[in-house]
């Protein structure tokens, strides 16, 4: 039982477990077990609870408890209190065995305090003491024909690792692992060396935690797919299987890379070398096509998780509604490369298509037991609507979730469209999620219906003005939040039903969500993106957060101004800005640019030109997205005195930032050279540096 709760990260469950068993059937390797769990995945204070425990109870330690308690002092950084220890349970030790595993642990816990050169030392000095037992041949004498690899692989491969060595040994090369991993984290590439070349010159070889170790350090360096490649292979001509944890190290490898058809080639192999596929193997190649932007492989890679009979988890849906803002992400880099679709009927296609997978993913949320729903996830779930043009969703979901009050208009809109329309919830499975959005209507994908009937902030007059509004008057019945059945049952006029959202009351209810700033700024930041049409949802979600006791800060305020841009909303935007200052939030150069595209759209290119001279009169260096702004609105009002300006801005930024660069690139050279003349080893070469490979001059054994 102890087993089973540490593996799935329940550490505290296991200790008041633990607690439960009477103290004349408790054991010390129950306390030594739990508190290793705990040294392994960080958990210190449940560590330290259960050695007062075994304290208070008055077991006897051994060899092995008295290593965790100096493992667990070397991670809590009370280097001395972990020499004492030590220095206390080496006197009672007894047998080669036992004084390993308190050298090892010594090691460890210096390691792990950041003592690097005490460490080394402490290396040095156990393989020194067990010298006798010294070479041991580097092929573990494993059978290389049998495939292992199945559920369990790991533990039976340490089992044959155990088989072949003497417990010394393992010790050694457990603390050899340890020190190497804390000189990796560090960057210590001269630390690696002196590690590596101490074991190999004694003959200790690499077990498969050292090849972890230096397979994410490689990755780390950015060396590359092909270098970890290349070290799996290594591994494998010594003898080793690679293991679940080395397929996720591969797959962790192919997402740096960013390169999913060859994460999906590393996890087609995994059943061919003998290695069964989890659902985290499974969530890291979702993870992948997510951050490719690739919705159908994404969606495929989905499908196959769900046909092996892995159920998604957070991560899972994690995965699959951040594909859509990688996608829209690349797909507006495209567009402004001009690669991308140029037509606006194609790119509303696109969105209906994207809208469609997104409305199977979310049935199955939504159809998720236990709840998979968390507040990340909600909130990555409000950029997916928003990038798919689905305003509506969003705001039904701020409704239900956050019982947030809409404008008047919109939520007459809201109650008064059909419950098959894109905000509906699909009927609990991807297909029949995929068929409900297929159904949504191209203006509400390209652009969240922006139909006449919606709400707009401000109708243009004749001086060019809109009409703001009133950004401190709350909306309509009287602004705030209140509870999602308090606001489904309030909306809409006379006896109609409220429109269902795209999640069900009972899975908002089982998530217990709670207003927060990023969930409301991912709702705003959703309004704001279709301009005027629902600017005034935009301030009614403001006035909401501020009714719920959350502070608006600078993105709040910066997305708000940015709505009002495009609808030419300047007085809204001044008055935004005066309270923004009022809160004492410091505008940064992103709300700065979301103002001169105010004074553009509204007044045109010299009220533009104006605000930048502003800026610079008062100290601030606008970017070069500011003159790119300028640049494009003098262009199209074919005022080429002020797109010659801009031009001029904008090379002499380009010439300061390639100034900039070569001087770094020249710190860089001088630094690499102050290192090899100090003897100071730098990998600045994107190769496998394998562990026979640390070594300066060739070993003989």
């Known amino acids: 039982m102890l087993r089973a709760l540490c593996?799935?990260?329940?550490?505290?469950?296991?200790?008041?477990?633990?607690a439960g068993v009477p103290t004349k059937r408790q054991r010390t390797h129950m306390y030594t077990l739990l508190m290793r769990a705990c040294n392994e995945a960080g958990a210190l204070g449940v560590a330290r609870e259960c050695h007062d425990m075994f304290l208070r109870r008055r077991h006897t330690p051994d060899a092995r408890l008295a290593a965790e308690v100096v493992m667990l002092l070397g991670r809590s950084g009370e280097v001395a209190a972990a020499e004492a220890a030590w220095r206390h349970a080496l006197g009672a030790a007894r047998g080669e065995e036992e004084h390993a595993c308190l050298h090892a642990a010594r090691a460890?816990?210096?390691?792990?305090?950041?003592?690097?050169?005490?460490?080394?030392?402490?290396?040095e000095a156990i393989l020194d003491r067990f010298a006798d037992l010294l070479p041991v041949d580097a092929s573990f004498s494993l059978d290389s024909g049998d495939s292992g690899g199945g559920d369990g692989d790991g533990d039976q491969q340490r089992w044959r690792e155990q088989a072949a060595h003497p417990p010394p040994v393992r010790y050694m090369q457990h603390a050899r692992n340890a020190v190497l991993a804390a000189a990796q984290a560090a960057g210590d590439a001269a630390a690696v060396r002196r590690v590596t070349g101490l074991a190999t010159l004694r003959g200790l070889p690499p077990d498969l935690a050292t090849y972890h170790s230096l397979l994410r350090a490689a990755i780390a360096h950015g060396d590359g797919l092909a270098a970890v490649q290349e070290g799996v292979e290594e591994l494998r001509r010594l003898g080793m299987r690679p293991t679940r944890e080395t397929y996720s190290i591969l797959l962790r490898a192919c997402a740096v890379e960013g390169d999913p058809q060859a994460a999906q080639a590393v996890f087609d192999g995994m059943p061919a070398?003998?290695?069964?596929?989890?659902?985290?193997h499974h969530n890291a190649l979702l993870h992948i096509y997510s951050h490719a932007g690739d919705l159908q492989g994404v969606d495929g890679?989905?499908?196959?998780?769900?046909?092996?009979?892995?159920?998604?988890?957070?991560?899972?849906?994690?995965?699959?509604?951040?594909s859509i803002k990688h996608w829209a992400a690349l797909e507006t880099a495209a567009r402004v490369e001009g690669e991308g679709p140029a037509p606006q009927v194609e790119r509303t296609m696109q969105r209906k298509a994207a809208g469609a997978l997104l409305a199977g993913w979310v049935a199955d949320l939504d159809a998720a037991r236990p709840c998979q729903l968390t507040p990340a996830l909600f909130t990555t779930l409000l950029h997916a609507y928003s990038q798919c043009g689905e305003i509506h969703s969003v705001l039904l979901l701020m409704r239900d979730a956050c019982g947030c009050q809409l404008a008047p208009d919109t939520?007459?809109?809201?109650?008064?469209?059909?419950?098959?329309?894109?905000?509906?919830?699909?009927?609990?499975?991807?297909?029949?999620?995929?068929?409900?959005?297929?159904?949504?209507?191209?203006?509400?994908?390209?652009?969240?219906?922006?139909?006449?009937g919606e709400a707009r902030v401000a109708r243009s007059s004749g001086d060019g003005e809109?009409?703001?509004l009133a950004a401190d008057v709350p909306p309509e019945g009287?602004?705030?939040?209140?509870?999602?059945?308090?606001?489904?049952?309030?909306s809409g006029g006379g006896g109609t039903a409220p429109r269902a959202g795209p999640l069900s009351q009972r899975t908002l209810q089982r998530a217990h969500l709670a207003p927060s700033l990023p969930v409301f700024n991912a709702a705003i930041g959703a309004c704001t993106r279709v301009g005027r049409w629902h600017m005034a949802d935009a301030v009614a979600l403001l006035h909401s957060m501020m009714s719920a006791g959350l502070s608006p800060d600078v993105h709040t305020y910066t997305s708000l101004i940015s709505g009002c841009a495009f609808g030419r909303q300047a007085a809204l935007a001044r008055e935004l800005w005066r309270q923004m200052e009022e809160r004492g939030i410091r505008p940064n150069i992103v709300t700065h640019n979301a103002m001169v595209k105010v004074e553009l759209f509204t007044y045109g290119v010299?009220?533009?030109?104006?605000?930048?001279?502003r800026m610079v009169q008062q100290g601030l260096d606008p970017d070069r997205a500011s003159w790119s702004t300028l640049l494009v609105a003098a262009r199209l009002a074919k005022r080429g005195d002020v797109a010659d300006m801009a031009l001029q801005q904008l090379a002499g930024r380009e010439e300061e930032e390639e100034a900039a660069a070569a001087e770094a690139a020249r710190l860089e050279e001088a630094a690499a050279a102050v290192a090899a003349a100090a003897g100071v080893a730098v990998l600045d070469d994107h190769r496998w540096h394998g562990y026979y490979e640390q070594q300066e001059e060739e070993d003989e054994w």
């Open 273 to 280: 070398r003998g290695v069964s596929q989890t659902r985290v």
């Open 411 to 452: 939520s007459r809109q809201l109650d008064a469209a059909p419950c098959g329309s894109s905000g509906s919830r699909g009927s609990g499975s991807s297909v029949a999620g995929r068929a409900a959005a297929a159904d949504v209507p191209a203006a509400n994908a390209a652009a969240g219906g922006g139909a006449g």
């Open 108 to 123: 460890a816990a210096l390691a792990r305090a950041g003592q690097l050169p005490a460490a080394v030392a402490a290396l």
């Open 7 to 18: 593996s799935v990260g329940r550490h505290a469950d296991a200790l008041t477990y633990l």
């Open 301 to 322: 890679a989905y499908r196959r998780m769900r046909a092996a009979g892995f159920a998604p988890d957070a991560s899972t849906f994690q995965a699959l509604l951040s």
């Open 606 to 613: 010299d009220a533009g030109t104006a605000y930048l001279r």
């Open 478 to 490: 009287g602004g705030g939040t209140r509870s999602g059945a308090e606001a489904a049952g309030s």
């Open 466 to 468: 809109a009409a703001p």
